[in-house]
């Protein structure tokens, strides 16, 4: 079965200081693995994606995050938080079989907060 | 980027109403769109796939009677909530997948909050 783990549901960060949200996931298969952040009354945006390609995946507004197999991991972070940062954060993994290709399962979401 | 739209933003109704909730894709065309329901402080869960042309595919444990989707063209999907009860109070979001160069990216609208009295 796919899964997605987040392991902290709160991140609480000074503004200019780095940051870290942490994902693991469960998959039978190579997934495609996907950060999207919720500002409050907005849809979805997406941050970057990884589909098998490099490991360390450069998104936008200075995220980044890194596929490690080893670990089962695609933790997102940014070297310095604005406030602007400050919203709902959601690792999703898409399972890669037949049927199931635009299917996405949510993590449990990571709420930051930046503080000035 | 493509926009996904969704139509009321918020509503209120009384109990035993049904309550119609469109998921329009305003720049793209949308084969297939989802539509995902979010308690509160919980995370997104998908509640069916929406098929321009074909019944929608509803997952486990979701009643296709009470969540009635009609996906009556290629850039539009409507979700009616049938005999709304308190407990169908949530936030609604629909999503498009993309095409072309954004095949492997989902377009997600910006939800609609339904409070039932």
């Known amino acids: 079965a796919q899964s997605v783990t987040q392991l902290d549901s709160h991140v609480s960060v000074s503004e200019g200081t780095p940051v870290l949200l942490r994902c693991n996931y469960s998959?039978?298969?190579?997934?495609?693995l996907f950060w999207y952040v919720q500002h409050p009354n907005k849809g979805l945006q997406l941050l970057l994606k990884?589909?098998?390609?490099?490991?360390l995946v450069k998104g936008i507004n200075g995220f980044e995050a890194e596929f490690k197999k080893s670990e089962t991991s695609f933790h997102l972070t940014k070297p310095s938080a604005h406030m602007s940062d400050a919203a709902e954060y959601f690792c999703?993994?898409?399972?890669?079989?037949?049927?199931?290709?635009?299917?996405?399962?949510f993590g449990a979401g990571t709420r930051l907060a930046v503080h000035p | 980027g493509a926009v996904v739209s969704q139509h009321p933003s918020r509503v209120i109704c009384k109990s035993g109403t049904s309550v119609k909730i469109e998921c329009r894709s305003l720049d793209f065309q949308a084969t297939t769109m989802f539509w995902y329901r979010q308690f509160p402080k919980q995370s997104l869960m998908l509640m069916a796939t929406s098929n321009e042309g074909s019944k929608a595919t509803y997952e486990q444990g979701v009643e296709k009677d009470k969540f009635l989707i009609n996906h009556a063209s290629l850039t539009l999907s409507t979700l009616t909530v049938t005999s709304a009860h308190p407990e169908d109070s949530s936030f609604y979001i629909c999503?498009?997948?993309?095409?072309?160069?954004?095949?492997?990216?989902?377009?997600f609208g910006p939800g609609t909050r339904l409070t039932v009295l």
């Open positions: 990884y589909t098998s390609a490099a490991t």
């Open positions: 999503s498009a997948p993309g095409s072309g160069g954004t095949y492997n990216e989902q377009f």
């Open positions: 998959s039978s298969y190579s997934p495609s």
């Open positions: 999703v993994v898409r399972p890669m079989f037949s049927g199931g290709y635009n299917k996405l399962i």
